[in-house]
Nanobody, 127 residues
Framework: QVQLVESGGGLVQTGGSLRLSCAAS????????MGWFRQAPGKERELVAA????????YYTDSVKGRFSISRDNAKNTVYLQMDSLKPEDTASYYC????????????????????WGQGTQVTVSS
């Protein structure tokens, strides 16, 4: 059983930056592919970025490419989402998710593929 705790959300102006962290406990972190999702009011939860177990492979949804960066530190059991050049449309609750996999270079796209979820952290970007 893996527990995930996000932190780092907050209120920021357009063009600002935030760094989200997700600390994992209760499992062997390096066995898990990780993802960051977000959900705005009235919208579906969507994948923002995903990263493989090894950290060598990452995926970004088109709307955040060039602005967001996902990374992980397996020694610290933590995955990060660096968010730069934030826009009002980035406003949402952000969730990290974990999926155990035997493949070190694989990441996952669908929320149904992830078994463990954090409680979320709110990001609000003011215009």
């Amino acid at each position: 059983q893996v527990q995930l705790v996000e932190s780092g959300g907050g209120l920021v102006q357009t063009g600002g930056s935030l760094r989200l962290s997700c600390a994992a406990s209760g499992g062997t972190f390096s066995r898990y592919a990780m993802g960051w999702f977000r959900q705005a009011p009235g919208k579906e939860r969507e994948l923002v970025a995903a990263i493989s177990r090894s950290g060598d492979y990452a995926y970004y949804t088109d709307s955040v490419k060039g602005r967001f960066s996902i990374s992980r530190d397996n020694a610290k059991n933590t995955v990060y989402l660096q968010m730069d050049s934030l826009k009002p449309e980035d406003t949402a609750s952000y969730y990290c998710a974990a999926r155990e996999t035997a493949f070190s270079n694989k990441y996952f796209y669908q929320k149904d593929e992830y078994r463990y979820w954090g409680q979320g952290t709110q990001v609000t970007v003011s215009s």
